[in-house]
């Protein structure tokens, strides 16, 4: 069921999601490729790929590059552009990513960009990265993490769930990590980094039914009004920002 809400909400929202400053940032892309340690001689397989902007981004650094995501729209946009881009060495594929078909051990490395949290099976998702990739293959994993304190996480989960209703849950930190020790992929590196968005330009990412804006802007009225929210969430003259935690790990399989 939830990825069937994921796959119907993608497939509406594709566009909007691809021009979201975050998604679409090419010094997110550069970051993330200079942190993967990418060489022109990787096979990069990239997940939940979207409409494929970082895959593409890396096509014409590496040998190839395959985009995998649930969205039909996504993946018919990503295609597009590499049509149109005469980008040769990049292929898209609609799957479920917790089922990637593809055998074992076909690419050098493996990326999934701010995703996860969308995931109810996030361990299953996990695991088909690393199957992917051959051994001594890299792994890399870009999300928003989970608040430390439980009452702020919850406000702001349901912030998130009324923003997009594909959301499922930030991960916390540990959970991320515990993923790559619970496959044996061991940790090269972590990034960790705290981003602030405009909210308006945050919710633009996704549709909401009216009546879900509507519950947004008041639990907004509400949070702006509790001072333990203060340092993620606040008012810059009419506009209101909030601030969101994330990280970047990089393993090895071994």
Known sequence: MKNKIIREQ????????????????????KF?????????????????????????????????????????RSITMAADTARGR?????????SDVEAIPVADGSFS????????????????????????VQKNGRI?????????????DDYFEEI?????????RS??????IDLFDGQGVRILNTFESR??????????????APENFEALNRLLETGLNDTALSALLYKKGDQTFLKKDGIVVLGIKE
């Open 171 to 176: 991960l916390s930190k540990a959970e991320i």
């Open 140 to 152: 890399c994993i870009q999300d928003m993490t989970a608040c430390d304190r439980k009452e702020t």
């Open 109 to 132: 490395i493996a990326t999934c960009r701010m995703a996860f949290h969308h995931m109810g099976n996030y361990q299953k998702v996990f695991s088909e990265m690393v199957r992917c």
């Open 195 to 208: 981003h602030e968005f405009e909210i308006n330009e945050y919710a633009s990412h996704a549709i909401q």
């Open 160 to 168: 998130d769930k009324l923003v997009d209703i594909s959301h499922n």
């Open 32 to 72: 993330i490729y200079d942190f993967c340690r990418i060489q022109p001689g990787d096979t990069l397989l990239d997940v939940a790929c979207g409409s494929g902007a970082f895959a593409l981004f890396c096509a014409e650094k590496v040998r190839s590059v395959c985009g995998v995501d649930i969205s039909d």
């Open 10 to 29: 993608f497939n509406k929202q594709a566009e909007k999601f691809s021009e979201f400053s975050f998604t679409k940032s090419r010094v997110i892309y």
């Open 86 to 94: 005469n980008i040769q060495n990049a292929s898209f594929i609609r």
